[in-house]
């Protein structure tokens, strides 16, 4: 007999709930530690049960226990958390009820489940994330920075702060505060320099010479879309790579009427964030004239002007991976506008 497991899983604590395959009475529930050795002893108490099919939530230490529950013999999958809206809207939220909701959804198969990198795109991922925290934190230093400066005295340094001019008088200078702030964003920028050293060694393939042949997409740029799309087929359409962005409207449909309202800001925010930047680059110029053209057409506004963009640029990132051709100012297809996936359609990686 087949049993399924539901793991309800937090920092300190997780509480296991198995059922088998006819009644929805739990035969076995009991609240663990999270450790390996918990997480063993949880594993043996479940196994002698017979075959496990488990489900557990992306959340908190997910990704070494789900290795060492596969170890010990058991079935994982790990579902999509935007699926799973049986949890969150429950009126009788518990840790058990929330682990019985898991095993029902996946001995039924109504369980979305997430689909999990390889374990050279996981660490590709938390560097360029690693680098983009890094690049948000030392603009926020030197914003900080330009404004003690302007409150004390703006006067009194020559050159702007974020030139080595500026930097070498703020050193130069009794003021501690100045001269932490400069510290500080050096020290950042060490680091920042370091990590995009091991970005560039970390991947050099044909996909990051073909991406980086779009306008506005560098290497930097180039690896973030890599490291958070993964495996460009697992998005059938460029449609569902955009939702996997959260590049597409919300939709609040009846009756025959289609009503589109803002982006959904679903999935990857670091994809959604490249994308947008990528956008931001492109100028009235000859090799981006289509691309200007298509800016300038859908400027309803300069924010959602460059979004539409993202979005276009994402579809045209698509059709150049599927089909291995680098960009060219005229491409064979690309879409105008995309609209929200049908329902099952936004792909969630991990």
């Known amino acids: 007999m087949t049993y399924y497991l539901g793991v309800d899983l937090h920092k300190k604590t997780q509480t ?4 088998n395959e006819e009644d929805d009475m739990p035969v076995f529930s009991r609240e663990y530690s999270v450790s390996p050795s918990e997480v063993a ?9 017979g075959n496990i099919i488990a489900a557990i939530e992306p959340v908190c230490g997910w990704q070494w226990q789900v290795v060492q529950m596969r170890g010990a013999g058991i079935t994982v999958q790990v579902s999509n958390p935007r699926k799973t809206a049986a949890i ?3 009126l009788q939220k518990t840790d058990k009820n929330d682990a019985l909701t898991l095993a029902l959804l996946v001995r039924t198969g109504l369980l979305y489940t997430s689909i999990e990198v390889s ?13 983009s925290f890094l690049v948000q ?4 230093i030197q914003c900080r920075l330009e404004g003690v400066v302007t409150r004390e005295g703006r006067h009194l340094l020559e050159g702007a702060t974020s030139s080595k001019k500026g930097a070498s008088v703020i050193l130069a200078s009794p003021n501690h505060e100045w001269k932490r702030a400069v510290y500080i964003k050096s020290d950042i920028t060490k680091y920042i320099d370091e990590i995009e050293i091991e970005l560039r060694q970390e991947i050099r393939t044909p996909l990051l010479k073909l991406l980086t042949t779009i306008p506005g997409v560098g290497v930097i740029t180039a690896l973030t879309w890599i490291a958070e799309i993964g495996d460009f087929s697992l998005f ?9 962005a959260g590049l597409v409207p919300t939709e609040r449909s009846s009756g025959g009427v289609q009503k589109l309202g803002h982006i959904t800001k679903a999935g990857s925010t670091h994809l959604r964030y490249m994308a947008v930047e990528a956008a931001m680059h492109i100028r009235n110029e000859p090799k981006t004239e289509k691309l200007y053209e298509f800016y300038e057409k859908n400027k309803k506004g300069a924010m ?7 979005r276009k640029m994402l579809s045209i990132a698509w059709y150049m991976v599927k089909k291995n051709e680098p960009y060219t100012s005229q491409p064979s297809r690309v879409l105008s506008s995309v609209h929200l996936p049908s329902r099952g359609d936004l792909v969630h990686t991990l």
């Open 88 to 90: 969150a809207k429950s």
């Open 236 to 244: 059938k359409t460029p449609e569902k790579l955009c939702a996997f």
């Open 16 to 19: 296991w709930v198995l059922l």
């Open 304 to 310: 959602c002007a460059r979004v539409a963009l993202a």
């Open 119 to 131: 374990p050279e795109t996981r660490k590709l991922r938390a560097l360029v994330r690693e680098r």
């Open 41 to 49: 002893r949880a594993c043996k108490d479940v196994s002698k049960f």
């Open 137 to 140: 934190l030392r603009a926020s």
